[in-house]
């Protein structure tokens, strides 16, 4: 049997016996509720309405006597009764209406009931009439007919009156009287009765509650153990894990079967997930090593790290895209370049970035055939300078001999000079001495011709 059926069938008796519990207790409690109902919310509603009908005919009767013995209608005796008239009797239309009102549902109504009820109220009819005859009289100033009115016919009408109030209030509270034993007698023999079940309840509940709570004991030992072992493996604590061995056909069995199932499918997807990280191990491996045109193979059930993979094998992708597949092609070219050696390429490499320093490296190459072109030019044209400087080296030495010769023919003119220069300083003194002698000679003729 399952766990259900063999609870169902423990239990049954006492459901049983709880069902029959329950429609009895439901029976009884309905009956009590019912007496409590009409005892409280009908039978004393109305016993109270009475009640207050009985008040004010009470003191409506003692009113109307102090209408008829007030001296006069401007006495204060006489307004304070007649306003106090009025009073009683909205206060018994207010007790009459809700009266009416439970009547006319007909619900817990018995005949004798409506039948007082209706002697109350042709009561009621014969003595308001003699109450406003009353009072009229005496507002006229005729006291006697007030009196004799009163005394003759309103005052034994108002005693019948509060006669058959009195007896609508006995009649409802002799149904009380009379419901509320048998209310009390229920409730006394529901008490045993529900005592003596909840006894046997308990006894069967006991035994049933043993033997099944044994049995899942046992049961959910194994399953403890098997939880235990499979959150080890999944705790990374063992490498392998067991199924539960439990091969009942109760609801253990086919939780130790669900269990069992989640196991093998969570071992399974540790076992895709392992086998994926150590490919995604494999792959950084290679990245490690330059090479960027990988991909990681493996697939597991798990969206997350599927999800991650995916990502994965999107950026390399894009980063081989715009770099390059392999990262030491570049590292071999930009040592290439490092020693002005830019015939390198990046072979069989579409990544932007190699594309981009295979440009770079045709660029500078003819850059450098250019410059090379032009320092030939340079060359050739320095050979000219040369030729042009030797040429300029030999006038030079031609020129520098004749300077010599030059120099030797200005030594001796200027020997001559020098020569001429002593003669003309001989000459100077000459003329000195000559200018000398002529300045004499003038003097001297300048005396001769003054003696003269």
């Not at 029976?27 to 009908?42: A, K, Q």
């Not at 002697?119 to 006697?144: A, C, F, Y």
């Not at 894009?318 to 040592?335: G, H, P, R």
């Not at 040429?391 to 200005?410: G, I, R």
Request: aromatic share 6%; with cysteine.
């Amino acid at each position: 049997m399952s766990i259900s059926q063999k609870l169902y069938s423990g239990f049954g008796l006492m459901i049983f016996l709880i069902i029959m519990l329950t429609i009895i207790g439901i029976n009884r409690v309905s009956f009590i509720d019912n007496t409590l109902y009409d005892i409280v919310d009908v039978n004393s509603v109305k016993q109270r309405y009475a009640i207050n009908f009985r008040g004010s005919v009470h003191d409506r009767a003692i009113s109307i006597r102090d209408v008829v013995l007030s001296e006069d209608k401007n006495s204060v005796l006489f307004k304070k009764s007649i306003e106090d008239i009025k009073k009683l009797e909205e206060f018994y239309a207010n007790s009459a209406k809700p009266m009416d009102e439970i009547f006319s549902k007909k619900e817990g109504i018995e005949p004798k009931e409506v039948e007082i009820l209706n002697k109350i109220k042709g009561v009621e009819v014969q003595t308001m009439p003699l109450v406003k005859k009353i009072i009229e009289l005496k507002l006229s100033g005729d006291n006697e007919k007030a009196l004799d009115l009163l005394v003759k016919e309103a005052s034994p009408l108002f005693s019948n009156w509060l006669k058959v109030i009195n007896e609508f209030i006995d009649y409802q509270e002799a149904k009380n009287q009379k419901a509320t034993p048998q209310a009390r007698e229920v409730a006394s023999n529901f008490s045993v009765l529900m005592i003596s079940i909840l006894i046997i309840s308990l006894i069967l509940g006991s035994l049933v509650a043993y033997f099944i709570s044994r049995q899942l004991s046992n049961s959910a030992n194994i399953i403890q153990n098997g939880l235990q072992e499979f959150f080890s493996f999944l705790n990374k604590e063992k490498n392998s894990t067991n199924l539960i061995a439990l091969d009942s056909k109760d609801e253990f069995g086919k939780m130790a079967n669900v269990i069992n199932k989640n196991i093998q499918h969570t071992q399974n997807l540790i076992i895709q997930d392992n086998e994926l990280i150590e490919d995604v191990k494999r792959v950084v491996n290679e990245v490690k090593k330059g090479k960027l045109n990988q991909k990681i193979d493996k697939t597991t059930q798990n969206q997350s790290l599927e999800e991650l993979k995916n990502n994965f094998n999107e950026m390399l992708e894009n980063t081989a895209k715009n770099v390059c597949e392999d990262i030491n092609k570049i590292t071999t070219v930009l040592d290439s370049f490092s020693k002005l050696d830019f015939r390198a390429r990046i072979q069989n490499d579409n990544g932007v970035v190699a594309k981009g320093l295979n440009n770079l490296a045709q660029i500078i190459n003819d850059m450098l055939v250019e410059n090379k072109s032009n320092g030939l030019t340079l060359d050739e044209s320095s050979n000219v300078l040369l030729q042009n400087v030797d040429e300029l080296n030999k006038s030079s030495n031609e020129a520098a001999a004749s300077l010599e010769e030059t120099a030797a023919v200005l030594e001796q003119i200027t020997s001559s000079i020098r020569n001429s220069t002593e003669n003309i300083v001989k000459m100077a003194r000459y003329s000195n001495e000559v200018t000398s002698s002529s300045k004499e000679g003038e003097n001297l003729a300048n005396q001769t011709t003054i003696a003269m």
